[in-house]
Every structure is written in C-alpha cells, then in structure tokens.
C-alpha cells in the first residue's frame, strides 16, 4: 500500500471509511425519500466523500459544486473564502451540504448562513470527519457527522495538506 513518508498512521482505512460512507448514505436515503434534494459539494475537499456518499444514497437527488476555502498548509486562516457567484438557484430545495470536515466551523456556519438566506426549504449539514475541540464558532455541528476525530491534521480520501495527498484512500494522521 501506498504510504508517503508524511503519514505518521492511518486512522481510518478504505473499508472503514466505506463502511460509514454506507451509513451515512442509509440514513440520508429515509431522511431525502422522494424529496428531490439537492447536494451541494464544498470543493476541493468534500470531492471524495461527495462522489462515494451519494452514490450510497438510493433516491432521486441533484448534485451541484460549492468552492470554500480557509486553511494555509495546516494552519486555519480564519479567512473564508467563499465563491459566492457560484452558488445555484436553491429556492425551493431541500438543500444538503457535504464538507470534509469541520475544524473552527467558520466555513460551514458561513456557507450554511449564505445559503439559508436564498429561500431553500431546509439547509442541512453533512461531514466526513469532525473535531470539536477546535470550534470557535460556538454550538455549531452538522447534522451528520461520520467520524469524530482529536485535534490532528488529517490528510488523505480529499483531504490535503498544500493540495497534497487528496489521492490517498484512507485518512491519514500527517507529521507536523
Ligand atoms: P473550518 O472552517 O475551520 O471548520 O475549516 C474547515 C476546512 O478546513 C475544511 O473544509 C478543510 O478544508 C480544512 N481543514 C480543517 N482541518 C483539516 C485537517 O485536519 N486536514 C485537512 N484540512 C483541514
Ligand atoms: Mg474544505
């Protein structure tokens, strides 16, 4: 198997990762039945996940890409960047925003916020990967979360650290 050098361990491998992916997938599946939602991907991170947990989802939906961003190697900016012009019609829908991860919680509050102002019928939150000891917006959670981690920088299965190791399979912890 594929390790680089800068991965200290392997949290998470492919199976597990697919395995909760499933889950997910389960649960949003009775929660979206005949709903037509509409899953918005916050690129580049969520990419992954997105495209394994939507395919796990056995009901008419809709896809559509998001582009934020906020970290600088691995380190939080505490700058959103959010490409607002990008972001589609969502009056209506029953929106479902799939992120990586969440960190401080300053990109999905924001994101969540942006959108919930644009008519949508519900705004509801999906993550990969969650570490709340690092919030600083307060109380903030997705409505699903897959695994909740420690403070550790993860890389790997769309994470990156300087838009390296997105390729990996598994979630990896990185040296730092
Ligand atoms: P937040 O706005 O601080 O919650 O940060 C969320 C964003 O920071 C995520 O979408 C990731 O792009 C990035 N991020 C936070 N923690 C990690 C990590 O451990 N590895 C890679 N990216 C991370
Ligand atoms: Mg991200």
Do not use: H
């Amino acid at each position: 198997m594929y390790v680089p050098k800068e991965i200290e361990k392997i949290l998470f491998t492919k199976e597990q990762i697919s395995e909760r992916v499933k889950a997910l997938g389960e649960t949003l599946t009775r929660e979206y039945k005949e709903k037509n939602p509409l899953f918005l991907c916050v690129l580049k991170g969520a990419s992954v996940f997105f495209c394994d947990l939507i395919r796990e989802i056995e009901t008419p939906l809709e896809i559509d890409f998001l582009r934020a961003s906020s970290y600088v190697g691995t380190d939080s900016s505490g700058k959103v960047e959010l490409e607002t012009s990008a972001i589609p019609d969502i009056s209506g829908r029953e929106v479902v925003l799939v992120e990586d991860i969440v960190d401080t919680a300053r990109t999905l509050s924001l994101l969540k916020a942006e959108l919930s102002g644009r008519g949508a019928l519900s705004v509801k939150t999906v993550c990969l990967l969650d570490k709340p000891s690092r919030r600083v917006v307060p109380d903030f959670s997705a409505d699903y979360t897959g695994f909740e981690i420690e403070d550790l920088f993860v890389v790997g299965y769309g994470l990156d650290c300087s838009q390296r190791f997105r390729n990996l399979p598994y979630i990896g912890v990185y040296k730092t």
